[in-house]
């Protein structure tokens, strides 16, 4: 059974920085070979695409409304993916969830593409 935790979501001001973590488990699930993506969902909008890390972690992409802002990383070793959070605003408000498209190089946008996902962490930013 695969599973994905995150974990450092909390309550800050605007202009703060926050660091996600995400660890996978689970005997059947390739983290090496898995595209690790990060999304979000705030309250009344649909879920949507933040960040994502290829395998070895040489290509990242990310949302317009965070670039510049976030930094998404890997470490193969313990199977994590992390969100680095700076600058943050109100609007990045949202429960944010990591996601692994498995068995696939590219980076893919879409939430359907994700075959497995954690069960969310909130990030609440003050004004």
């Known amino acids: 059974q695969v599973q994905l935790v995150e974990s450092g979501g909390g309550f800050l001001q605007a202009g703060g920085s926050l660091s996600l973590s995400c660890a996978a488990s689970?005997?059947?699930?390739?983290?090496?070979?898995?595209?690790m993506g990060w999304f979000r969902q705030a309250p009344g909008k649909e879920r949507e695409f933040v960040a994502a890390i290829t395998w070895t972690g040489d290509t990242t992409y990310y949302a317009d409304s965070v670039k510049g802002r976030f930094t998404i990383s890997r470490d193969n070793a313990k199977m994590t993916v992390y969100l680095l959070m700076n600058s943050l605003k109100p609007e990045d408000t949202a429960v944010y969830y990591c996601a692994a498209d498995v068995g696939q190089p590219r980076i893919r946008l879409s939430e359907y593409e994700y075959e497995y996902w954690g069960q969310g962490t909130q990030v609440t930013v003050s004004s």
């Open positions: 689970g005997r059947a699930f390739t983290f090496s070979r898995s595209v």
